[in-house]
């Protein structure tokens, strides 16, 4: 997998944005890899939930490691790993915790500034792209910002407050932007007109499909943890069915066979 980094940077520069339908775990992973998806991205809070954790911060890194050496293990694409906050406020232990994913093949990695002062994010940038020079090695690293997601400005400064993040992580050496929440048409040509990072959307109500989007100027497109509570959704209402009636019949609607899913590992 030596020359993922390279194949997912040049993923980014295509004008149909880079649909990421992000996994939660290696099944996930491996699944959505045989329905022909260029690259495998996690899902945070779905990755989270998986493992028996609240979404927000709360995963040990070291968990977050094995689940992508688990990935890296079965698939043959590129994989980028959202690293939240880097589960530290310490540069020098989030570079760590980066390295260690880097060891394990992660082509790419998301991480957040939330509500933390911007400027600690470029010091954990900046940590992580000097760490990586020192090894010698690469990775593609997306910054991202909840500032439409969770409202963290007033409208009016939402525009001018993204421009302003995404030039200085840009500086400190992120190779994308991630704007989740996102949606108007306006918002987002302005945030492309400004900014050199490709800009990377999430799948939202109301936000445009990504033909649409790729001529706005987006280059990425995730589906967040919407398909890992989907499916969770699905599971509910089965679980409750079942534990209701006892029937069968209604748990093999839709579902994979057992040969389908053993086939997707029958070559690792």
């Given at each position: 997998?030596?020359?993922?980094?390279?194949?997912?940077?040049?993923?980014?520069?295509?004008?149909?944005?880079?649909?990421?339908?992000?996994?939660?775990?290696?099944?996930?992973?491996?699944?959505?890899?045989?329905?022909?998806?260029?690259?495998?991205?996690?899902?945070?809070?779905?990755?989270?939930?998986?493992?028996?954790?609240?979404?927000?911060?709360?995963?040990?890194?070291?968990?977050?490691?094995?689940?992508?050496?688990?990935?890296?293990?079965?698939?043959?694409?590129?994989?980028?790993?959202?690293?939240?906050?880097?589960?530290?406020?310490?540069?020098?232990?989030?570079?760590?915790?980066?390295?260690?994913?880097?060891?394990?093949?992660?082509?790419?990695?998301?991480?957040?500034?939330?509500?933390?002062?911007?400027?600690?994010?470029?010091?954990?940038?900046?940590?992580?792209?000097?760490?990586?020079?020192?090894?010698?090695?690469d990775l593609f690293i997306n910054a991202r910002s909840d500032l439409f997601l969770a409202d963290l400005l007033s409208p009016s400064e939402l525009v001018?407050?993204?421009?302003?993040?995404?030039?200085?992580?840009?500086?400190?050496?992120?190779?994308?932007?991630?704007?989740?929440?996102?949606?108007?048409?306006d918002d987002i040509a302005a945030v492309v007109d400004n900014i050199a990072l490709p800009l990377n959307t999430m799948a939202w109500p109301g936000l445009?499909?990504?033909?649409?989007?790729?001529?706005?100027?987006?280059?990425?497109?995730?589906?967040?943890?919407?398909?890992?509570?989907?499916?969770?959704?699905?599971?509910?209402?089965?679980?409750?069915?079942?534990?209701?009636?006892?029937?069968?019949?209604?748990?093999?609607?839709?579902?994979?066979?057992?040969?389908?899913?053993?086939?997707?590992?029958?070559?690792?």
């Amino acid at each position: 997998m030596s020359n993922t980094v390279a194949e997912f940077r040049q993923l980014h520069h295509n004008t149909t944005p880079l649909q990421l339908p992000n996994a939660w775990d290696a099944a996930s992973a491996r699944l959505f890899e045989s329905l022909d998806a260029a690259a495998i991205a996690t899902t945070s809070a779905g990755l989270a939930w998986s493992l028996g954790y609240a979404d927000g911060r709360t995963l040990p890194a070291e968990e977050v490691v094995a689940a992508a050496a688990r990935m890296t293990r079965i698939l043959n694409i590129p994989l980028s790993v959202d690293l939240e906050n880097g589960y530290s406020d310490d540069p020098k232990v989030v570079a760590d915790n980066v390295m260690r994913l880097v060891a394990v093949g992660v082509a790419g990695i998301n991480i957040e500034d939330g509500s933390d002062e911007p400027a600690l994010l470029v010091y954990k940038i900046e940590a992580i792209r000097n760490a990586i020079s020192k090894a010698g090695a690469d990775l593609f690293i997306n910054a991202r910002s909840d500032l439409f997601l969770a409202d963290l400005l007033s409208p009016s400064e939402l525009v001018d407050e993204s421009i302003a993040r995404g030039k200085l992580y840009a500086s400190a050496g992120a190779d994308g932007w991630f704007l989740p929440g996102i949606k108007l048409a306006d918002d987002i040509a302005a945030v492309v007109d400004n900014i050199a990072l490709p800009l990377n959307t999430m799948a939202w109500p109301g936000l445009a499909d990504a033909a649409t989007l790729g001529k706005l100027g987006v280059r990425r497109l995730s589906a967040g943890a919407a398909i890992s509570q989907a499916i969770w959704g699905q599971a509910k209402q089965l679980a409750q069915d079942f534990l209701k009636t006892g029937r069968s019949d209604p748990l093999s609607t839709g579902a994979m066979s057992y040969a389908q899913m053993q086939d997707l590992f029958s070559t690792h």
